[in-house]
């Protein structure tokens, strides 16, 4: 676990605080066909391994948005909030993607807090940027500035 904050004080004393790195994740095709099917984008070069294996990429490649996606599974091995009353996803201020994210690589997310902002005398804003490392790759998949709302 990189971070654990039990108050508003605690968050803001963490900025620039390294939150380390997620466990592991395989990217299967299953996964990919699975997101084109909750999306409705069946573009090619995510679903068609034949069509795919011909094309720019040498084979099929996550959805940029499923890579996205996956921070929301990523978050809490980095970065938890405990004793709130609640918390929220708030948005994104930054994102994008460096690289693709080939069918069968093994990608990983890094995080930084960058900012903790007080809002009134019980909450904080958070925003941590996560990085979506690809194994063996020396550009990243994914980096979003990710907002989150904590309330004590």
Request: hydrophobic content about 45%; overall charge negative; proline content about 6%.
């Given at each position: 676990m990189g971070l654990v904050f039990s108050s508003v004080a605690e968050a803001v004393a963490a900025v620039g605080c390294d939150l380390g790195h997620s466990d592991w994740l395989a990217i299967d095709?299953?996964?990919?066909?699975?997101?084109?099917?909750?999306?409705?984008?069946?573009?090619?070069?995510?679903?068609?391994?034949?069509?795919?294996?011909?094309?720019?990429?040498?084979?099929?490649?996550?959805?940029?948005?499923?890579?996205?996606?996956?921070?929301?599974?990523?978050?809490?091995?980095?970065f938890r909030a405990d004793g709130m009353k609640m918390g929220i996803n708030y948005g994104a201020d930054r994102l994008r993607f460096p690289a693709p994210v080939p069918v069968g690589s093994r990608i990983r997310a890094a995080g930084l807090l960058v900012a903790a902002e007080p809002i009134g005398a019980d909450a904080v804003q958070t925003t941590v940027r996560m990085t979506i490392e690809i194994e063996a790759s020396p550009k990243p998949g994914c980096v979003a500035d990710i907002l989150g709302r904590y309330y004590f």
């Amino acid at each position: 676990m990189g971070l654990v904050f039990s108050s508003v004080a605690e968050a803001v004393a963490a900025v620039g605080c390294d939150l380390g790195h997620s466990d592991w994740l395989a990217i299967d095709q299953n996964r990919i066909d699975t997101f084109a099917r909750a999306t409705g984008d069946f573009q090619w070069i995510h679903v068609d391994p034949a069509r795919a294996a011909q094309g720019p990429f040498g084979g099929t490649v996550a959805h940029g948005y499923l890579t996205f996606s996956l921070i929301n599974m990523f978050l809490p091995e980095l970065f938890r909030a405990d004793g709130m009353k609640m918390g929220i996803n708030y948005g994104a201020d930054r994102l994008r993607f460096p690289a693709p994210v080939p069918v069968g690589s093994r990608i990983r997310a890094a995080g930084l807090l960058v900012a903790a902002e007080p809002i009134g005398a019980d909450a904080v804003q958070t925003t941590v940027r996560m990085t979506i490392e690809i194994e063996a790759s020396p550009k990243p998949g994914c980096v979003a500035d990710i907002l989150g709302r904590y309330y004590f």
